[in-house]
């Protein structure tokens, strides 16, 4: 587990502690997987750095399925759509 600072979608400065996750055809983003307050029992959460926005999540106990959550979503939306999304901030670096 690493510490990432993100700002989230809000703006406001965030301690995400958990794995980067490189995905190919996106390898100029940083997607982190990091623990979440998904409901009352906890769970993931998948956050794209730069933009602070989460892109997918879950509960507690499905992480392993977080990798073909993220894959799946980007494959059907394409990058063209993720970065219209993400708005014009800096890449991640």
């Given at each position: 587990?690493?510490?990432?600072?993100?700002?989230?979608?809000?703006?406001?400065?965030?301690?995400?502690?958990?794995?980067?996750?490189?995905?190919?055809?996106?390898?100029?983003?940083?997607?982190?997987?990091?623990?979440?307050?998904?409901?009352?029992?906890?769970?993931?959460?998948?956050?794209?750095?730069?933009?602070?926005?989460?892109?997918?999540?879950?509960?507690?106990?499905?992480?392993?399925?977080?990798?073909?959550?993220?894959?799946?979503?980007?494959?059907?939306?394409?990058k063209d759509a993720l970065m219209r999304v993400l708005g014009k901030g800096r890449l991640s670096s």
């Amino acid at each position: 587990m690493e510490k990432f600072l993100i700002q989230n979608e809000f703006g406001q400065p965030q301690e995400l502690l958990g794995e980067e996750i490189v995905v190919p055809g996106f390898e100029e983003l940083q997607f982190i997987l990091h623990t979440w307050l998904y409901d009352k029992h906890g769970g993931w959460a998948i956050t794209e750095r730069s933009s602070g926005k989460r892109i997918t999540s879950g509960p507690a106990g499905s992480e392993d399925t977080a990798r073909a959550q993220l894959e799946r979503q980007l494959s059907i939306h394409g990058k063209d759509a993720l970065m219209r999304v993400l708005g014009k901030g800096r890449l991640s670096s």
